[in-house]
């Protein structure tokens, strides 16, 4: 078991690695370092006109529980093992124990992040960085450790009584974080000791002669992967996630914007695969809609240009794996058009797309009354639309060509 | 009319088809014939221009992919053995993409359309998403949308799995069309009996190569076997290998 599980991991490893290497790919992250910056010096900017005030330590606790709650059990189960392992189900425990250890590791590097991102707000909370700081890290660890422990028991549900349940804990961890940062975190740390101590010492007793449920544990886990490969999906085209499509037929209006004959052939054709197929319109609604929000929120006029900015440029990014859609229908390499038309057309759609999506993006800040910030943002946002069709793109498509 | 010349190719480097050579004329059917793997499907893939020969020539009405890709795309269709439809696009909008695509006459092509959907029983079917039709609905709808165009060399893959038995009546109906209008069809097959009474000349491929080729009459002589069917020549062929 122990082997399988290492065999597991490494083949999971892989596969994450190639996914996240497309994820982070250069210019991506070079837009992560340029957001995390701006964030970093929009939080220390709060934290120095933060005074004490009553709801600062229950939205704290709060703040980490959602982080708490964040980390499910990777058990990289598949679908097969409930009728190739079946057999061995009382032994498969051992695998589990070592699925729950690894789960534990990306959770307690992100608490202990969070732990670090708290420290500037303890003295405001009238805590002192050097008593409190060492309890909190080591109370949220706790509560994760003994989060995982009832994941795992979910699925042994035999013996383990109904309140046991995460939901509970993570209740409890509320409320004892609440406490911690009103008086003194420590209070939160003996509370998650109790809690993963006598977990812990009971723990024998809940899984012996426990049957694992199959069906759960493959659904949950199936359900986990789901989710990390529809945010791969965001970055990257992930094979059997294609997306749907839906007829919308409210949008045939704006299909037959484009005129029908020859010449107008990848155009007209890329404008339905926009509209119609489900991984594009909503993500570029989406996006637009967020990124108008955010920036009607924000009143420095730089910061709204950088957003502008930024949020063009990921609606472009996210638009461009439109251009392949086509690349297993066979009909598309009979067509006798001319070689460039496809990127042309393509360059023209997204050009026409990213600059109202920069348009509503400006439209933002002149909803929130600043219409300096909403020049600042309408240029901004022109300016990266011009960049990502007739810069950006030929570059990827070249680089497309020679794969 | 489709010439091949000394067709070497495949998939990379490793060639599947050495030296493949024969003529499609105009105004005749031809059956391509030969065990799974044998590359008949690597043959059509050259054809459409999906693989690039490593080695020979290909001419569709005179044309070759390499001197005018236009005007050698505009004179051939194909219709693949698994239908691959547009997701996104309902069937009238297929048909419309494809009058754009090969720049047809609006009104003519529609008026075969729908004669054919007719026949098809998909004429009421024309704001339906075909990608959740059947297979043989699919297919169909590939067929109307081959023999909507004007080219002059059909190409159809394994026509006649997935489709009912009056749809393969209707289809061998309108390849005779195409080939009384002076147009060159090429058709792989496994059923033999069919390709047998509509085809006038055969391909027989064994192991990427050209095993023998001509008509019914001349195969005959070729394998000695004075009154076999295609059936019983097929069954020759694939024997000698094992022997």
Known sequence: MKRLWRQRLKQHAKGQFKYLQLVFNDHFVLVLVILLGALLYGYSQVVKTLTASWWLAPAMALVFSVLLALGRLATLTEPADATFLLPKSAEFSQYLFKARRYSLLLPCVVLIFATIAALPLLPVLKLSVLTAALPLGVALLLFKDSDLWLQLLAFYPQRVPRWCRRELLLGVAFLALWAGFWWHPA??????????????????????????????????????????????????????????????????GLAKLVPRGLPHTWQWLFVRGFLRRTEFFGLYLR??????????????????????????????????????????????????????????AFKHLLAVLLVIAAV???????????????????????????????????????????? | MLEIQQLTGGYGTVPVLKNVSFTVPDGTITGLIGLNGAGKSTTIKHIIGLLHPLK???TVAGHTLQADAQAYRQALAYVPETPVLYPELTLKEHLELTIMAYDLDEKAAWARAHDMLRRFRLDNKLDWFPDNFSKGMKQKVMIVAAFMTDAQLFIIDEPFTGLDPLAVHDLLALVQAKKAAGASVLMSTHILATAQQYADQFVLLKDGQVRADGTLAQLKQEFGLADASLDDIYLAMTAEGSR
């Open chain 1, 187 to 252: 209070i939160a740390l003996a509370a998650a000791l109790v809690i993963d101590l006598s977990l812990r010492w009971r723990l024998g007793d809940l899984l012996a002669a426990a049957e694992l449920m199959w069906v759960p544990l493959i659904a949950a886990e199936s359900r986990r992967m789901g989710r990390i490969y529809r945010f791969y999906n965001l970055f990257t085209d992930v094979p059997g996630l294609g997306g749907g499509v839906k007829r919308r037929r409210y949008l045939d």
């Open chain 1, 360 to 403: 509503v993006l400006a439209g933002g800040a002149v909803v929130s009354g600043h219409f300096l910030a909403a020049a600042g943002a309408l240029a901004a946002g022109l300016i990266v639309a011009v960049l990502v069709a007739w810069w950006y793109l030929p570059i990827r498509l070249a680089k497309l060509a020679a794969r």
């Open chain 2, 56 to 58: 020979g020539t290909i």
């Open chain 1, 287 to 344: 996006l637009v809609v967020i990124g108008a929000l955010v920036i009607a929120l924000v009143d420095q006029w730089w910061l709204v240009a950088l957003l502008a900015a930024l949020f063009t440029y990921m609606i472009g990014f996210q638009l461009l794996p439109l251009y392949q859609v086509y690349d297993e229908i066979v009909l598309t390499y009979l067509y006798p058009l001319p070689q460039p038309q496809k990127p042309q």
